[in-house]
């Protein structure tokens, strides 16, 4: 089962509104986001299985990454 | 049907007795609702809610019948026939029967208009059927 | 009115005369309510060269129209006063249940003013107001005071109380709420202690008038809907606003070491999942607030309970003095709260004398025999009691670090890290341009509250020194403070992302005034030149030297972490602040034109 990464609002615009998107295991999240056009910095929070993680988390096979943009702050 | 509550979900926020005197009352005052949200602060640093059951223990010694069942099933106070005897007062296992005559000339409950569950935003309360305790 | 409570109490302390009066519409009309009513009374009651701590100033506390309302984040109150920490304005931002309180009494605002002869509470219920002896609470921490008042009135009551901090003056004192919550920044609580009020209790059973009531109802139950299906709701509640410790960690924003770097080796002991998961207890949060952020927390280290500590709390006092125990955060953040000094302040002021202690500016012998080295736990544990007791060093510390650099001198000027005097919150701008112009500029001092923008530096270049840059904070600067304006929260637009045009049905629907964000915005900006003319007022040479930063952000790029090597040079901060004035319509100086302020409306203001 392939590896999901599921952009928030606010990132879906950098990747051309895809709510869903493939990406292969054994990368780091830090390595996905830089293959899909997000730029790591601007993700706040990188949650895989609803557990947060690190973005040099490395992807496992059918994992739900959800990736969160810093909006506004404090 | 009726309200649950989870208390370990809520915030403290009060939305939901606002949200229940705009609708029991017409007016924006939390005072005037049907749940109560007692905190426990600073020890244990938790809140703990009571929302009425719809066991209608109220209703049956109200002695002038003011406590009457919508077509839902749900017990509400009809305004015009309570005469702030409070006899209901105690009756409430919950503590969610109200009588505040500085505020209104008639006790009140919750009648499950469900607006409270609209602006709880931890999900702390829901409403679904009677849970029956079976043996 | 519509959408107001209908009063204002005054309480002249010195004479002990309570009076009340209606709240005036053309005031609600204009300034609308919260911090700009605040900014209204500070510029027209309180005299030019008036003693912060003296009988001449005021404390304006204020709620606003969506204050104790069914709108997402109708929580906040605002406290403005002329501020003993910068001699300039003071506005902070209380949350919790007081603001909605206020309302159900029937005030809009409450004005404080003279001093009292002896310690006194404020007591309110409904019309009921009355100044009571509060000499058995003097001396006693702010937790205690609340919790005597809540056995002996009930739940129902609201209280606000300063801590020892407040009445020693400590500049950066503040005003504690709800076992947790502060009017926090620019030393209010030292205000409240000048007067000897030593708490205020309220309680109120009015219900508020609405223009249109099933409209008002309706536009709420969308506001909260916006806010239930928000994305980031769940992660946003679970973690409040320590969701960004990491991030800033990554990024560079963490402020490390006396802000000598963005990034902290120790930094992951301080995330927010680490936090929840040994420490948090109950997500707790303000009237009305569908995302609650407070994180209510128990260390069972230190067998103490604190609502937090929250990000600015992780950063000025943990990363900032290389802490890196959560748990020590939580307990500093306690004592801090029970002696009633601003964690932001005093984080920073500490970090200042950690750095004087490493370069021997600072020999034991200055700091009371404590080994004042990053790190040292105990000696921020000291000197926090000491800050809020103005005992040893403390008393140095609690003057703020722009007069405690000043007296000490030997180069500690140059890592005093502040802007008018404020001491610097929780985001390390080293080359973050926006970030460093948003403190540069902030009309209390250095907080971020006003325009947050490092995600803006990320998203467009962060050592990028453009007008568009600029245009960005002054934009934010003109918007999110009219959530203080409106007595409410920004957080629900600011981190759930929900569309702010839906504040504008519920707005008119209680007011019965139509404002567009067009129209709030004007406002925002009439508030911001109000409050630069309070500081020119104040201050005889106020002009572009009090909008320099640190000169740690141009002259100091960190060693370590994600901007080693990074910094902004001078040249640019100076055109940051050209742009910024110029499109603000002000100076080279930095002092609104005369055409600005006829512009705006002010002149009748600003005599």
Same mark, same amino acid.
Request: negative net charge; proline residues 4%.
């Given at each position: 089962?392939?590896?999901?990464?599921?952009?928030?609002?606010?990132?879906?615009?950098?990747?051309?509104?895809?709510?869903?998107?493939?990406?292969?295991?054994?990368?780091?999240?830090?390595?996905?986001?830089?293959?899909?056009?997000?730029?790591?910095?601007?993700?706040?929070?990188?949650?895989?299985?609803?557990?947060?993680?690190?973005?040099?988390?490395?992807?496992?096979?059918?994992?739900?990454?959800?990736?969160?943009?810093?909006?506004?702050?404090? | 049907?009726?309200?649950?509550?989870?208390?370990?979900?809520?915030?403290?926020?009060?939305?939901?007795?606002?949200?229940?005197?705009?609708?029991?009352?017409?007016?924006?005052?939390?005072?005037?609702?049907?749940?109560?949200?007692?905190?426990?602060?600073?020890?244990?640093?938790?809140?703990?809610?009571?929302?009425?059951?719809?066991?209608?223990?109220?209703?049956?010694?109200?002695?002038?019948?003011?406590?009457?069942?919508?077509?839902?099933?749900?017990?509400?106070?009809?305004?015009?026939?309570?005469?702030?005897?409070?006899?209901?007062?105690?009756?409430?296992?919950?503590?969610?029967?109200?009588?505040?005559?500085?505020?209104?000339?008639?006790?009140?409950?919750?009648?499950?208009?469900?607006?409270?569950?609209?602006?709880?935003?931890?999900?702390?309360?829901?409403?679904?059927?009677?849970?029956?305790?079976?043996? | 009115?519509?959408?107001?409570?209908?009063?204002?109490?005054?309480?002249?302390?010195?004479?002990?005369?309570?009076?009340?009066?209606?709240?005036?519409?053309?005031?609600?009309?204009?300034?609308?309510?919260?911090?700009?009513?605040?900014?209204?009374?500070?510029?027209?009651?309180?005299?030019?060269?008036?003693?912060?701590?003296?009988?001449?100033?005021?404390?304006?506390?204020?709620?606003?129209?969506?204050?104790?309302?069914?709108?997402?984040?109708?929580?906040?109150?605002?406290?403005?006063?002329?501020?003993?920490?910068?001699?300039?304005?003071?506005?902070?931002?209380?949350?919790?249940?007081?603001?909605?309180?206020?309302?159900?009494?029937?005030?809009?605002?409450?004005?404080?003013?003279?001093?009292?002869?002896?310690?006194?509470?404020?007591?309110?219920?409904?019309?009921?107001?009355?100044?009571?002896?509060?000499?058995?609470?003097?001396?006693?921490?702010?937790?205690?005071?609340?919790?005597?008042?809540?056995?002996?009135?009930?739940?129902?009551?609201?209280?606000?109380?300063?801590?020892?901090?407040?009445?020693?003056?400590?500049?950066?004192?503040?005003?504690?709420?709800?076992?947790?919550?502060?009017?926090?920044?620019?030393?209010?609580?030292?205000?409240?202690?000048?007067?000897?009020?030593?708490?205020?209790?309220?309680?109120?059973?009015?219900?508020?008038?609405?223009?249109?009531?099933?409209?008002?109802?309706?536009?709420?139950?969308?506001?909260?809907?916006?806010?239930?299906?928000?994305?980031?709701?769940?992660?946003?509640?679970?973690?409040?606003?320590?969701?960004?410790?990491?991030?800033?960690?990554?990024?560079?924003?963490?402020?490390?070491?006396?802000?000598?770097?963005?990034?902290?080796?120790?930094?992951?002991?301080?995330?927010?999942?680490?936090?929840?998961?040994?420490?948090?207890?109950?997500?707790?949060?303000?009237?009305?607030?569908?995302?609650?952020?407070?994180?209510?927390?128990?260390?069972?280290?230190?067998?103490?309970?604190?609502?937090?500590?929250?990000?600015?709390?992780?950063?000025?006092?943990?990363?900032?003095?290389?802490?890196?125990?959560?748990?020590?955060?939580?307990?500093?953040?306690?004592?801090?709260?029970?002696?009633?000094?601003?964690?932001?302040?005093?984080?920073?002021?500490?970090?200042?004398?950690?750095?004087?202690?490493?370069?021997?500016?600072?020999?034991?012998?200055?700091?009371?025999?404590?080994?004042?080295?990053?790190?040292?736990?105990?000696?921020?544990?000291?000197?926090?009691?000491?800050?809020?007791?103005?005992?040893?060093?403390?008393?140095?510390?609690?003057?703020?670090?722009?007069?405690?650099?000043?007296?000490?001198?030997?180069?500690?000027?140059?890592?005093?890290?502040?802007?008018?005097?404020?001491?610097?919150?929780?985001?390390?701008?080293?080359?973050?341009?926006?970030?460093?112009?948003?403190?540069?500029?902030?009309?209390?001092?250095?907080?971020?509250?006003?325009?947050? #923008?490092?995600?803006?530096?990320?998203?467009?270049? @962060?050592?990028?020194?453009?007008? !568009? *840059? =600029?245009?960005?904070? $002054? +934009?934010?600067?003109?918007?999110?403070?009219?959530?203080?304006?409106?007595?409410?929260?920004?957080?629900?637009?600011?981190?759930?992302?929900?569309?702010?045009?839906?504040?504008?049905? #519920?707005?008119?629907?209680?007011?019965?005034?139509? @404002?567009?964000?067009?129209?709030? !915005? *004007? =406002?925002?900006?009439? $508030? +911001?030149?109000?409050?630069?003319?309070?500081?020119?007022?104040?201050?005889?040479?106020?002009?572009?030297?009090?909008?320099?930063?640190?000169?740690?952000?141009?002259?100091?790029?960190?060693?370590?972490?994600?901007?080693?090597?990074?910094?902004?040079?001078?040249?640019?901060?100076?055109?940051?602040?050209?742009?910024?004035?110029?499109?603000?319509?002000?100076?080279?100086?930095?002092?609104?034109?005369?055409?600005?302020?006829?512009?705006?409306?002010?002149?009748?203001?600003?005599?």
């Amino acid at each position: 089962m392939p590896a999901i990464l599921r952009p928030s609002g606010a990132l879906r615009d950098l990747v051309g509104g895809q709510t869903e998107i493939e990406v292969e295991s054994g990368q780091t999240v830090r390595a996905a986001l830089a293959v899909v056009g997000i730029k790591p910095e601007v993700v706040a929070l990188v949650v895989v299985n609803e557990e947060q993680r690190s973005k040099d988390y490395v992807i496992q096979d059918g994992d739900i990454i959800r990736v969160l943009a810093v909006i506004g702050g404090g | 049907m009726r309200l649950y509550v989870d208390s370990t979900k809520c915030s403290g926020c009060n939305a939901c007795r606002v949200a229940c005197s705009l609708n029991l009352f017409g007016e924006n005052n939390p005072k005037k609702s049907a749940l109560v949200i007692e905190p426990h602060f600073p020890e244990p640093g938790l809140y703990t809610v009571k929302v009425c059951t719809q066991c209608g223990d109220c209703a049956k010694v109200c002695p002038t019948e003011a406590i009457k069942q919508d077509e839902k099933g749900a017990y509400y106070v009809d305004f015009a026939e309570c005469n702030l005897c409070e006899a209901c007062v105690p009756e409430c296992p919950e503590g969610v029967m109200f009588v505040r005559a500085e505020l209104s000339n008639s006790a009140w409950k919750c009648n499950l208009c469900g607006d409270c569950v609209s602006v709880c935003g931890t999900s702390a309360l829901w409403i679904a059927e009677i849970e029956t305790l079976t043996a | 009115m519509n959408g107001y409570a209908g009063r204002i109490l005054r309480v002249n302390l010195t004479t002990a005369t309570i009076t009340k009066e209606p709240t005036p519409p053309d005031l609600a009309r204009d300034f609308i309510g919260g911090r700009g009513f605040g900014i209204y009374f500070l510029l027209k009651e309180v005299p030019k060269g008036a003693d912060p701590l003296g009988p001449e100033n005021k404390l304006i506390i204020s709620s606003g129209p969506i204050s104790g309302m069914m709108i997402p984040g109708g929580g906040k109150c605002d406290w403005t006063t002329k501020a003993p920490l910068t001699g300039g304005y003071a506005s902070a931002s209380m949350g919790g249940h007081f603001t909605a309180e206020m309302r159900y009494a029937g005030l809009d605002s409450i004005i404080l003013e003279g001093i009292s002869p002896k310690p006194v509470t404020l007591f309110i219920d409904n019309d009921r107001v009355e100044l009571r002896d509060a000499s058995d609470l003097w001396g006693k921490t702010t937790f205690v005071v609340e919790k005597q008042f809540k056995e002996k009135l009930g739940e129902e009551y609201q209280i606000a109380t300063i801590g020892p901090g407040g009445e020693n003056l400590v500049s950066y004192a503040c005003i504690n709420h709800d076992y947790g919550r502060q009017a926090g920044r620019g030393g209010v609580g030292a205000v409240m202690g000048s007067k000897k009020v030593k708490a205020i209790v309220i309680h109120g059973t009015k219900s508020i008038p609405v223009a249109d009531m099933e409209a008002y109802r309706k536009a709420g139950m969308a506001l909260f809907k916006a806010c239930k299906e928000a994305e980031g709701l769940k992660d946003w509640t679970r973690y409040g606003t320590t969701i960004v410790v990491s991030w800033c960690d990554e990024v560079g924003a963490l402020p490390t070491r006396n802000f000598s770097a963005g990034s902290f080796e120790g930094g992951k002991n301080l995330y927010g999942p680490v936090m929840r998961e040994k420490i948090v207890i109950t997500d707790k949060g303000c009237f009305g607030c569908p995302s609650p952020c407070g994180k209510y927390s128990r260390s069972k280290k230190y067998n103490s309970y604190v609502e937090g500590p929250e990000y600015e709390t992780i950063g000025l006092i943990g990363s900032n003095l290389g802490i890196d125990d959560i748990e020590a955060v939580a307990q500093a953040n306690r004592l801090c709260d029970d002696l009633g000094i601003d964690t932001i302040s005093a984080g920073n002021a500490i970090g200042w004398a950690m750095e004087c202690y490493q370069k021997g500016i600072f020999t034991k012998k200055d700091t009371d025999g404590l080994d004042l080295k990053f790190g040292n736990v105990e000696a921020t544990f000291a000197l926090i009691e000491k800050i809020a007791r103005r005992e040893g060093l403390g008393a140095l510390l609690s003057e703020g670090i722009k007069r405690a650099s000043q007296k000490v001198g030997k180069g500690s000027e140059k890592f005093a890290i502040h802007v008018k005097g404020m001491e610097q919150s929780g985001y390390a701008t080293h080359n973050a341009t926006a970030m460093l112009l948003a403190y540069m500029t902030c009309d209390v001092g250095a907080h971020h509250n006003r325009s947050w #923008a490092i995600t803006y530096d990320l998203q467009v270049g @962060r050592e990028l020194v453009v007008p !568009e *840059k =600029v245009a960005r904070i $002054i +934009w934010l600067q003109n918007f999110r403070p009219m959530f203080d304006v409106l007595g409410g929260c920004r957080l629900q637009w600011v981190e759930l992302n929900i569309d702010r045009e839906l504040y504008v049905p #519920a707005l008119e629907a209680i007011t019965g005034i139509h @404002r567009s964000w067009q129209d709030l !915005e *004007k =406002v925002g900006e009439r $508030i +911001w030149n109000l409050t630069r003319l309070f500081w020119l007022r104040e201050n005889e040479d106020f002009g572009r030297q009090w909008d320099m930063p640190s000169p740690r952000f141009y002259e100091e790029a960190p060693k370590t972490g994600a901007t080693k090597g990074q910094i902004t040079k001078i040249e640019d901060v100076n055109r940051l602040l050209d742009m910024y004035y110029e499109q603000r319509g002000w100076t080279s100086d930095g002092l609104p034109t005369t055409e600005t302020i006829e512009n705006l409306g002010l002149k009748a203001l600003t005599h």
